[in-house]
C-alpha cells in the first residue's frame, strides 16, 4: 500500500500507451483489409474504433485536468471489489455499473425491475434484494434518494450490506 499511486500511474500510462497501441494498430488493419470487408461491415468497425480512441481521449482530459484521480478511480474499483467479496451485492450487473460510477444506469435498471415486478417478470424477494444493492450503490456512489427509497432500504438492508458499508466507509 506504500506505493499507493506510483505503481498505479506506472501500470495506468502503460496500460494506455497499450490499448492506444491496439487501436491504432486496428485502424492501420482495417484499411489495410478494406477490400475484404462489405462496406457497413467496415464503416461500423472504423466508428467503433474510433469511439474507442474517443473514450481513452476522454479519460486522459478528465486526468489531466485534475477532474480524476488514478486513487478515485482505484478507491471506486477497490469498493466494488469489496462488495463482490462481502457478498453485499449478489448482481454482477449492479457491480459493474457500481465500479464504473453510471448512476443513471443504475436508475434505468431499478425501472425496468419496476416494470417486471408489476407484469410479474420479476419475484418480490429477488426484486427487493436487487432494489437494496442498487439503492445501496446509488447512495455510495452520492445519489440524493427518495424518502421512499431511504425508508425502503432501511427495512430491507441485510447484514451484507450493512458490512459492506461500514467497510466502504472504513475505505473513503
Do not use: H, W
Request: net charge negative; hydrophobic share 35%; charged share 35%.
Amino acid at each position: 500500500m506504500a506505493s499507493r499511486g506510483t505503481t498505479e500511474t506506472s501500470k495506468l500510462k502503460q496500460n494506455l500507451e497499450e490499448q492506444l497501441d491496439r487501436l491504432m494498430q486496428q485502424l492501420q488493419d482495417l484499411e489495410e483489409c478494406r477490400e475484404e470487408l462489405d462496406a457497413d461491415e467496415y464503416e461500423d468497425t472504423k466508428r467503433e474504433t474510433l469511439e474507442q480512441l474517443s473514450e481513452i481521449n476522454d479519460s486522459l482530459k478528465k486526468i489531466m485536468s485534475g477532474d480524476m484521480t488514478l486513487v478515485d478511480e482505484l478507491s471506486g474499483m477497490q469498493l466494488a471489489i469489496q462488495a463482490a467479496i462481502s457478498q453485499a451485492f449478489k448482481t454482477p450487473e449492479v457491480i459493474r455499473m457500481f465500479a464504473k460510477k453510471q448512476p443513471r444506469q443504475l436508475r434505468t435498471r431499478l425501472a425496468e425491475m419496476d416494470r417486471d415486478l408489476m407484469v410479474g417478470k420479476l419475484g418480490r424477494d429477488l426484486y427487493t434484494q436487487q432494489k437494496v444493492e442498487i439503492l445501496t450503490a446509488l447512495r455510495k456512489l452520492g445519489e440524493k434518494l427518495t424518502p421512499d427509497d431511504e425508508t425502503f432500504l432501511s427495512a430491507n438492508a441485510g447484514a451484507a450490506l450493512s458490512q459492506f458499508e461500514r467497510v466502504s466507509t472504513d475505505l473513503g
